[in-house]
């Protein structure tokens, strides 16, 4: 229960951060949106491990980083190389997330399924 509301305060605090912060400038948005990527990517994967009990708050917390991290930075050669190297990090967190998405509906599709039955 905790959780929950741990994640509606994040939710509420990043929307009103969201809402004051000035805007990125045009050649910061390939990194924005490749660090967001990565953080979905990482919040889905945790939610993913929550549902099968493999949930490690160092994982997540390290993965939220060093994905990010390391996906700006890949962005950045790509950038420098004159390669859209973004482009297949961004596919790539977008194939994760909707691969954990996809066991997140499993595990809750089950779950009703076994309340059902009893």
Not at 37 to 61: C, E, P, R, W
Request: with cysteine; charged share 10%.
């Amino acid at each position: 229960m905790t959780t929950i509301i741990y994640g509606i305060i994040c939710v509420i605090l990043g929307w009103i951060v969201g809402n004051f912060m000035p805007t990125v400038a045009y050649e910061y948005s390939k990194y924005l949106a490749i660090a967001i990527m990565a953080a979905l990517d990482s919040i889905a994967g945790a939610f993913s491990a929550k549902t099968q009990n493999k949930y490690d708050i160092h994982i997540f917390v390290s993965g939220f980083f060093i994905n990010a991290i390391i996906a700006i930075i890949f962005t950045m050669i790509g950038q420098n190389l004159g390669v859209d190297i973004y482009l297949a990090a961004i596919f790539v967190f977008v194939f994760r997330i909707f691969n954990n998405l996809s066991a997140i509906r499993r595990y809750f599709i089950t779950k009703v399924i076994d309340n059902k039955k009893n």
